[in-house]
């Protein structure tokens, strides 16, 4: 986004909350619209306007930059789903689906709230998620859900947030850093994610092999039928 940019939406909101005292000062709008043109440089204009605008249809007070960029949020990221919406795909799917999951759950979930059920196990969650039936407590599947969630949604969403300029010096002055864990902890969830894939691998070998036992008795069974039908057929033109 220009300056040009952020001086025209500068001058909205101006124009939409007439009667805050801090934009009767010259200076201070100035100041704004330099702020703005920093912040959102590197953001597109059109995203930064659609957030506003729905900003000034649902608030009575100006914008702070936060403000907007979490309206922005919403926009370009709807893959990162908020807490109670996420919990309540994830209670779906423990209804539906029941104890024995086989599907994966980066195709049933969206990638955060997957990665969140990998993390507490989907046999423990639905472990907590009927052991009220058995005299439990209620809601623990939920509270579990929530604690490993939550920090990791924060997480995700101020990164998003943060303007693409500021993430890559952050990124640059942590790479020069020594490394303290960050690729063991890549290592782990790598070696994780081999390990599924091997399971899943030998999973689809048994059904396969299944699949063609059955196909192979089903054809065993058709071909014994057709004899006997055509053995049956000779003897009756036979007399």
Not at 62 to 78: D, G, K, N, T, W
Not at 173 to 189: I, T, Y
Request: net charge negative; charged share 30%; aromatic share 8%.
């Amino acid at each position: 986004m220009t300056k040009a940019d952020a001086a025209k939406l500068v001058a909205i909101v101006v124009t939409a909350y007439p009667n805050y005292d801090k934009f009767r000062d010259e200076a201070a709008v100035t100041a704004t619209v330099n702020l703005w043109a920093t912040i959102f440089q590197a953001d597109d204009g059109r995203i930064v306007a659609l957030a506003l605008n729905k900003h000034i249809a649902t608030s009575k007070w100006p914008p702070s930059v936060a403000e907007i960029r979490e309206l922005m949020l919403e926009i370009q990221h709807p893959e990162l789903i908020p807490p109670e919406q996420a919990w309540l795909a994830v209670s779906d799917l423990l209804y539906t689906s029941g104890e024995y999951n086989y599907g994966d759950l980066y195709h049933q979930l969206p990638p955060l709230v997957a990665r969140s059920v990998e993390a507490i196990g989907w046999g423990n969650l639905y472990e907590m998620h009927r052991s009220y039936c058995r005299g439990g407590k209620p809601g623990m599947d939920r509270v579990a859900f929530m604690d490993i969630y939550k920090p990791m949604y924060e997480r995700e969403k101020q990164r998003a947030m943060t303007p693409q300029n500021l993430t890559a010096q952050i990124d640059a002055v942590a790479a020069a850093l020594p490394d303290k864990g960050q690729h063991l902890l890549a290592d782990r969830e790598q070696d994780r994610r081999d390990k599924e894939e091997q399971y899943r691998r030998l999973e689809i070998g048994w059904r396969d092999q299944q699949r063609q036992a059955l196909e192979a008795a089903v054809k065993e069974r058709t071909q014994l039928e057709l004899r006997e039908w055509q053995e049956n057929e000779r003897k009756e033109a036979e007399t």
